[in-house]
């Protein structure tokens, strides 16, 4: 059974830092390229960042390069998005997303960042 378990959010004021944590298991996890996404208050649910399987390497939206890391351990099956410099637009619920093992997601974890 495939199962995505987010953890790490919180509240924080503006400019501060929290780092997220996506526990996985049931698939095999140094094969897969690894996503987060959230969704704030109101919207879509939209694609923060990307870590492929190999190299690895990494991408970003612009509304959080430089800002955010995303990170993997493959021998704890775990992703990590460090986020620093947050903003109150940040505020949202965060997930991790596995693409190829289809509609399949966490309950994600709540961050709050106060003006």
């Known amino acids: 059974q495939i199962q995505l378990v987010e953890s790490g959010g919180g509240w924080v004021q503006a400019g501060g830092s929290l780092t997220l944590s996506c526990k996985t298991s049931?698939?095999?996890?140094?094969?897969?390229?690894l996503k987060w996404f959230r969704q704030r208050p109101g919207k879509e649910r939209e694609l923060v960042a990307t870590i492929t399987s190999t190299g690895p390497s990494t991408s970003y939206e612009d509304f959080v390069k430089g800002r955010f890391t995303i990170s993997r351990d493959n021998d704890k099956n775990t992703l990590y998005l460090q986020m620093n410099n947050l903003k109150p637009e940040d505020t949202a619920m965060y997930y991790c997303?596995?693409?190829?093992?289809?509609?399949?997601w966490g309950p994600g974890t709540q961050v709050t960042v106060s003006s």
């Open positions: 049931g698939f095999p996890f140094i094969t897969y390229a």
């Open positions: 997303y596995v693409p190829g093992l289809g509609s399949v």
